[in-house]
């Protein structure tokens, strides 16, 4: 992992300080919130899986800073910090976790299923690279409506080994659609690595087959992320097409909750944080340049613990789903029914 370090690192950047102020510290609430969100799956207070985000929040930063509110947003089974980036209140996603009434789907879609249409957030998907091809149908219905708006479409690294990834890849070239793709390469699919499991580790690559650009971005830089995301927001919102972003980023937890992640050497884990943290990095320009104190990150810190802690409040003091709910919200198979 550690040759990855050779990517682009931006040093300049298009943000005033409370631009960068407001980034840093919905990067920081992402941390913080998942964090508790593990604390709590210790200690059973979750159930079902949690895949979580803890060290990739550039990319989701830096590629929702690039779009508007009228996009599309859709992505996998590790979707807190995207339904977070989205505008959802962090209660009613903490009260999806803990399978409470007060969740955004209910309580009954857990952390693999949240989804919130009235904030363009479509999924949260459990199956492995099923988004790819409601992304790029989600992309087909704005071209047919003649919408502005795209679709960002996040995957991960081992999903880039699923058929549907291809064939969504092709309708989406076909009749150049607005979706961009985002390949979250954390460098493990599970427990194996990319060069393991693919025969071509260049995920930004595989669009090349059916005419589709794309590039590689350094995913711990929310600068480089930011700066590659409006050129290819621009590309695709203008109609020429799909684009590939893929964003080299690095998970420092397991795959999921039950994931102890004996696969990778932890000072592989501990060279990352150490060097190359997301958020350490925002913070240090802050410092640099737009003379933040020690005080002030503190301060902003502690505002954000408390807004997770009275997430888990709202969470826990909420009423788990009425036994009604068993049946509603299901679509009809067919039949008398």
């Not at 790819?132 to 999903?159: H, M, Q, S, W």
């Not at 409006?230 to 080299?248: C, D, N, W």
Request: charged share 25%.
């Amino acid at each position: 992992m550690g040759k990855k370090t050779g990517l682009k690192v931006i040093t300049s950047h298009p943000f005033d300080k409370k631009q960068l102020l407001s980034h840093y510290e919905h990067m920081l609430l992402l941390r913080r919130f998942e964090e508790k969100a593990g604390q709590m799956y210790s200690t059973g207070l979750m159930g079902g899986f949690c895949h979580l985000y803890i060290g990739q929040e550039a990319v989701v930063t830096g590629i929702s800073a690039a779009c508007t509110a009228d996009d599309y947003v859709i992505t996998s089974y590790r979707c807190h910090a995207h339904a977070l980036t989205c505008g959802i209140d962090p209660k009613h996603i903490m009260a999806e976790l803990t399978g409470r009434s007060g969740g955004i789907s209910k309580g009954k879609g857990g952390s693999m299923h949240m989804f919130d249409p009235s904030r363009n957030f479509f999924g949260g998907h459990g199956i492995i690279a099923a988004q790819l091809p409601l992304g790029t149908g989600l992309a087909f219905a704005i071209k047919y409506r003649n919408e502005k708006r795209i679709c960002v479409t996040y995957t991960g690294d081992g999903a880039m080994n699923g058929g549907q990834t291809y064939e969504a890849y092709n309708m989406a070239k076909l009749w150049n659609l607005p979706v961009l793709y985002i390949v979250e390469n954390n460098k493990y699919g599970m427990g194996t690595s990319i060069e393991r499991a693919s025969g071509q580790p260049e995920m930004w690559k595989r669009g090349d087959s059916f005419g589709i650009k794309g590039e590689v971005v350094n995913g711990m830089d929310l600068f480089a992320v930011h700066e590659a995301a409006t050129r290819a927001v621009e590309y695709v919102r203008s109609g020429k097409g799909p684009f590939i972003l893929e964003m080299e980023t690095y998970r420092y937890r397991g795959h999921s909750m039950s994931d102890p992640a004996k696969y990778r050497d932890k000072g592989e884990v501990d060279m990352m944080r150490d060097n190359h943290d997301p958020i350490v990095r925002v913070q240090s320009v802050l410092q640099d340049e737009f003379a933040v104190n020690t005080e002030q990150l503190k301060e902003i810190d502690k505002k954000i613990k408390q807004r997770v802690a009275e997430a888990i409040t709202f969470a826990e003091n909420s009423p788990e789903p009425d036994e009604s709910e068993l049946t509603t919200d299901i679509m009809p198979t067919g039949g008398n029914n």
